[in-house]
């Protein structure tokens, strides 16, 4: 089996590596050898791994017009240019392995059609959560299912940063700087911290869960830049943690999809996740809850995802196709109709009858109560805590924004997501 491997970064230096270094074990599992016959890169007088000598181009057109290439890899990441070599792969007839979530999150419908059309495989492994597996379990394994939830922790970054700001009691900038030094942020780690990389391995995720097209731009998306260490603290002493959270549900005829950050039970089974870990809980009908767990990202867990989608393309050269199953239409529910408890902190002036004027506004709006601290008072100034009860997000914002017009009221600081209350 010969491919051709576009881009020669962290990923793609990973797959070639692995493909070198367990080459006889995946052979035997085959019954075929795979082998890198030419790699994309942008710099042809860049230093590369030894492996790739006298196969480097810094053209497409050498990949796609070699017949003897039967495989197409993308690992260059972005949407553009990899989306349109991603369709010429695949219109002429060659199958393509991709860790691209950016691309199948906005274009995956039309992707499956020219595969479908040209009738080869697209595999995407990778594009979710690197060296998990939850793409073929979601698809084959857990087939038989009506899945009605899913929620995971989908970004690494975040994950680490929030990681740090509970257990080494850092803040939000100190966190993100140890992250970047780490390597596990970019310099630009907007993508992570505003929570639009996890929104668009959602949109992937909850597209196979729910049989319906969802792209990243309908997940409702809130980052952790807002999160200090005060709401940890606050957080710890209720008993829970702050994670990011990417929530997908089922309704009777709509899908709840977003990411925003979440206060967690202690004992839930995602809040023990920690550091750059990624975890995926998905429930079923039939079999109830399951977990996924381990590195979603990183050099060698997501070329194991990519080496498998490989393989699994030589077991199905000329066989069945790993199809599209977005066979339903439903629709994605208005984020204001979503209900769940929520955290607030709120900085309001210290005096008699504050407290009766905020619990009237909520009360307007049909807002029960569930736990309400006064923190600390600073210069005439206190700082309040408020869990609510299960309530819709629009009935919330409404009675906020009306807090926002009282002089008494300073500053609504944090608004948070809280997992188990009830009403």
Same mark, same amino acid.
């Given at each position: ?31 075929? !050898? ?20 006298? +196969?480097?181009?810094?053209? =497409? ?22 989306? &349109? ?21 906005? !274009?995956? /419908?039309? #992707?499956?059609? #020219? &595969? ?7 595999? =995407? ?15 084959? *394994?857990?087939?038989? @299912? ?121 004992? !839930?089974?995602?809040? &023990? ?41 030589? /077991? ?6 790993? @199809? *599209? ?13 979503? *209900? ?16 009766? +004027?905020?619990?009237?506004? =909520? ?49 609504? &600081?944090?608004?948070? /997501? ?6």
């Amino acid at each position: 089996m010969q491919i051709g491997l576009l881009g020669l970064g962290t990923v793609g230096t990973g797959v070639v590596e692995l493909l070198e270094n367990n080459k006889d074990v995946i052979a035997k599992r085959i019954n075929d !050898h795979i082998n890198v016959k030419k790699v994309l890169v942008k710099d042809l007088n860049k230093k590369r791994t030894p492996l790739v000598e006298g +196969k480097i181009t810094d053209k =497409f057109e050498d990949i796609l017009n070699d017949d003897n290439i039967s495989v197409i890899v993308e690992v260059m990441g972005g949407e553009e240019p990899a989306l &349109s070599y991603i369709k010429e792969a695949l219109k002429r007839g060659k199958h393509v392995v991709t860790a691209n979530k950016e691309v199948i999150a906005k !274009h995956g /419908r039309e #992707l499956f059609e #020219l &595969s479908a059309e040209n009738d080869v495989n697209l595999f =995407f492994e990778a594009s979710v959560a690197g060296g998990i597996p939850i793409i073929k379990p979601m698809k084959e *394994c857990l087939s038989a @299912n009506k899945i009605v939830k899913i929620m995971g922790i989908l970004n690494g970054t975040t994950n680490y940063i929030l990681s740090q700001m509970t257990e080494q009691e850092k803040s939000f900038d100190e966190a993100l700087k140890e992250a970047q030094l780490e390597g596990y942020a970019e310099s630009d780690p907007t993508d992570d911290i505003k929570g639009y990389d996890a929104a668009r391995k959602l949109a992937i995720l909850s597209s196979i869960a729910f049989n319906t097209r969802i792209t990243s731009d309908q997940v409702y998306t809130e980052g952790i830049d807002s999160v200090s260490k005060a709401d940890i603290q606050y957080a710890r002493e209720m008993g829970q943690v702050i994670k990011l959270i990417a929530l997908g549900k089922k309704h009777e005829d709509s899908v709840e999809v977003s990411v925003t950050p979440v206060l967690l039970p202690k004992d !839930h089974p995602l809040a &023990s996740v920690s550091g750059s870990f990624n975890a995926i809980m998905a429930e079923g009908n039939a079999v109830g809850p399951v977990m996924f767990y381990g590195l979603g990202a990183g050099k060698m867990p997501t070329a194991s995802a990519v080496v498998a989608d490989i393989m699994e393309t030589v /077991r199905n050269n000329n066989c069945s196709k790993f @199809n *599209c199953t977005c066979f339903d239409n439903l629709e994605v529910m208005d984020p204001g109709q979503a *209900c769940s408890s929520f955290y607030i902190r709120l900085l309001v002036v210290d005096k008699p009858g504050v407290l009766a +004027k905020i619990a009237g506004a =909520f009360s307007q709006y049909q807002i029960s109560l569930s736990k309400v601290f006064q923190k600390n008072t600073i210069n005439g100034t206190a700082e309040i805590v408020i869990v609510t009860y299960d309530v819709p997000f629009e009935n919330l914002k409404r009675a906020l924004d009306q807090m926002k017009d009282y002089d008494e009221v300073e500053e609504i &600081s944090t608004v948070i /997501r809280v997992e188990g209350e009830q009403n």
